[in-house]
């Protein structure tokens, strides 16, 4: 009897699969010590970008493990037949582990385990958000007014919903709209028609122009990992310190780029990137104003 191919798809690509793994598990060694890498910024920092070069161009360019809502789509599609089209999600295993983790991290420790470290677009924008942070540029890291950044943040919802309804009784359209997303352009490094180029080179600009614009007002893929954060009831098991004071000073607030703390010092795990600045604000003896009052 021939194995199924599936699995002859990862007999072939064992070493990718073993290596992308490892780089899962580097991400949750690094969740799981958190609080004590929080207190050594330089080393966090080395591991951080380490692991976000690594997810940006090996995961990203090289393997091509970009999971997008085509993926959703095509799941929603079959189910209305009543098929769950696990083998196909199988024949990509990349995409398979990435959405494996995803369904874990989402809800151990919100959208952030994945947005802010293993999607390999979303790690490129953090690190060009980084380049282009140390020009100083008055156009580069641009802050939202809260208003606007509260409608803003609702675009992707609907973008995920246009996606999720449309593919239940138009796939082709639904396929349309994922487009959206820049991944494939992004994984065929730049190789399509001419305008899905542009589309990409002005999204990511207005990325860097806005704190990953892309992937806090129009990612729909961000949204569905999203969902898990805004049900009351199924926010992260884990989440990140605070102190009660948090709520008097704004200093982690003011310095989230992704402004995810709100003006009561609670955090909004939907928009939360885990990039633990604020937790490495949470052990500075010289930042923190409640650490400063309590060693007094
Ligand atoms: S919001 Fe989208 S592009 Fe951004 S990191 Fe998340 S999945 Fe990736
Ligand atoms: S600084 Fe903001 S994005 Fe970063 S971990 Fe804290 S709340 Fe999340």
New binding site residues.
Partial sequence: MEAALWKIIWTQKIVHIVLFAALIVAIVVVFLFRDRLSKRPLIFKVIRYGILVVSFLYAGLYLKAQ?TTTNIAIAISAAKDGNFPMELFLMEPFIFLSFAFIAISAVIWG?GA???WL?????M?ELLNSIAGKLKSPWINLKVPPSANRVLLKF?YVALAAIVGLAWYNFMLSEFLTEV?P?KTFVLKLNRQWYFVVYFIVLTLLSMIVY?A???YL?P??AA?SIPSILKNFLPVSKLKRRALCVSCKVCAKSCNSAAISAAGIINYAEC?QCFDCQMIYHDTHRCTELMRKNK
Avoid at 119 to 123: K, L
Wanted: charged fraction near 20%; charge should be positive; hydrophobic fraction near 30%.
């Fill in positions: 999971p959208r994945y947005c802010g999607c390999p677009y979303g790690a924008l992707k997303e991944f990953r892309f992937c806090r990612c893929l961000g990992i990137m």
